[in-house]
Structures are given as structure tokens and as C-alpha cells.
């Protein structure tokens, strides 16, 4: 009787310990929990100026496509490797990664206080994002030598290599797009120059649209708990587990003793 009493007084103590560890664990290190949502179904038309987004630069292309991101945390892109597009009057035609694309890399200059951009190949999906207002001062341009990264984390303003989506052409892992601090907007669109390399132009003989394109979001509405307020809670927690420790053992003493 009192060997059994003595093993369910163990295991509740083990139980209790691991359960306030626990308790003190997720309190201590405040995990995030993050929300994600589809945020847009769209189609971004091949004549779609990603630098119009900043005002009119005589580029012969249409308005681009802007989406809120106000709140979001990070964004990835879905678009078929199958859907084309072509941009020298229907030539060449080449997917969103850019491949099948009449040149084997593409220069803008940018405009509108809206960074340039290089990258391989031309026609590619691009986009930026924009503030609740464009600033007089132009960050640097981004170079991709290479388009099969994990991640990215463009500035405000800095025209950015979005693709498929993907760290592959039509495969390989789910590209992550972080949002940078300020950014309300993300402009969708095409970088494109005559002869794809200057300033934005022959935007007018392109041809085609990106469709079934799916842009979600991810949010993030809790943050890491900081130390100097993580630490009177780690001393509140092992308190807690000395009390329950030496409650256990007044228990067994008296199991032990009757």
C-alpha cells in the first residue's frame, strides 16, 4: 500500500514538474503565431509598368497592379510555369521566370524614385513595395545573378526578381518575400526597357498576362517575449515549482510516517 501510494506521489510529482517547465517554456520564449491568408487571385498584363507605380514615365506600358499588404509579415507567390508571355510583339514567349525570353538578361535603370533592377533573362515577374507615400531618395538597385534564393528582403522602393515563385523554373521550394517596415503596398508588374536594357520603355508591343497567379500573406500577431520581462516570470515559475516539490514531499512524509 504504501509502495503504490509512494509511486502515483513520484509520477504526479514528475507530471507536474514537466507540466510547469512546460508552462514556463512557452511563456518564456513567446513563440509567434502567425496567421496566413490567400490575399489575392490576380492577372498581371505583360504591358504592366511596375515603375508607373511612382507617376507617368513615358514608357508606353499601363498602370500596375497594386495589392495592400499593410500588416503582413512576409509574402510568397504561386503562378504556372506554363502561362507565357511575350514582349517583342510575340517573337519570343517565356513564363514567369523569364525563361524562353529573347535576351539572356535584362537592365532597368528604374524611375519615379523606384530602384532599377537586373536580372537573368527578361519578361520575368517583378514587383516593389511602396509606403503610403514614395520618398525623394532612391535606394540602390538590386543585381540577381542568380534567381534561386530562399528568401528575400527588399527595402522600400527596391524593385525586386519575384518569378514563379519558386527557387526553380516551374519547381523546387516556395520562395519567401519579406515585407520590409513601412510597407503598405506591393506593385506587380513587368521591368522592361527597349532593347531590355535602360530606362523603362517598348512596354506597348508586349503582349500576353500572367494568370491564375496567387499572392499570399503571412502575419505574425505575437512577439518574442524580451529577457528582462522574461525573467521575473522565469523566477515566478520556479517558485511555483518549489512549492509544488515541497508539497509532494510533506505528502510522502506523511504517507510515509502513518
Not at 513601412?182 to 532593347?195: F, N, Q
Amino acid at each position: 500500500m504504501d509502495r503504490q501510494m509512494n509511486l502515483k506521489l513520484s509520477f504526479l510529482g514528475h507530471f507536474s514538474l514537466a507540466s510547469a517547465v512546460g508552462l514556463t517554456a512557452s511563456l518564456l520564449l513567446g513563440m509567434p503565431s502567425a496567421g496566413a491568408a490567400v490575399i489575392s487571385l490576380t492577372a498581371i498584363n505583360a504591358q504592366s509598368d511596375i515603375y508607373q507605380a511612382g507617376g507617368a514615365d513615358g514608357s508606353g506600358g499601363v498602370a500596375p497592379t497594386i495589392l495592400d499588404v499593410t500588416g503582413l509579415a512576409s509574402v510568397s507567390f504561386s503562378i504556372p510555369s506554363s502561362i507565357t508571355v511575350a514582349l517583342n510583339s510575340g517573337g519570343n514567349y517565356n513564363d514567369a521566370d523569364g525563361v524562353g525570353s529573347a535576351d539572356s538578361d535584362s537592365y532597368n535603370s528604374g524611375a519615379n524614385h523606384i530602384a532599377g533592377l537586373t536580372a537573368p533573362n527578361d519578361g520575368f515577374l517583378a514587383g516593389v513595395f511602396l509606403g503610403s507615400t514614395i520618398s525623394s531618395t532612391t535606394p540602390s538597385a538590386l543585381t540577381f545573378t542568380s534567381t534561386n534564393f530562399t528568401s528575400l528582403a527588399p527595402e522600400l522602393q527596391q524593385a525586386f526578381f519575384i518569378g514563379d515563385g519558386l527557387t526553380g523554373d516551374g519547381t523546387g521550394a516556395v520562395q519567401t518575400f519579406y515585407v520590409p517596415t513601412g510597407a503598405t503596398r506591393l506593385v506587380l508588374g513587368i521591368s522592361d526597357a527597349c532593347g531590355y536594357h535602360g530606362s523603362p520603355g517598348c512596354y506597348s508591343d508586349n503582349s500576353g498576362t500572367f494568370t491564375a497567379l496567387t499572392v499570399s500573406g503571412v502575419t505574425s500577431s505575437v512577439s518574442a517575449v524580451p529577457l528582462p520581462g522574461a525573467a521575473p516570470m522565469f523566477g515566478a515559475a520556479f517558485v511555483a515549482l518549489g512549492v509544488v516539490g515541497y508539497g509532494l514531499r510533506r505528502k510522502k512524509e506523511a504517507v510515509t510516517t502513518a
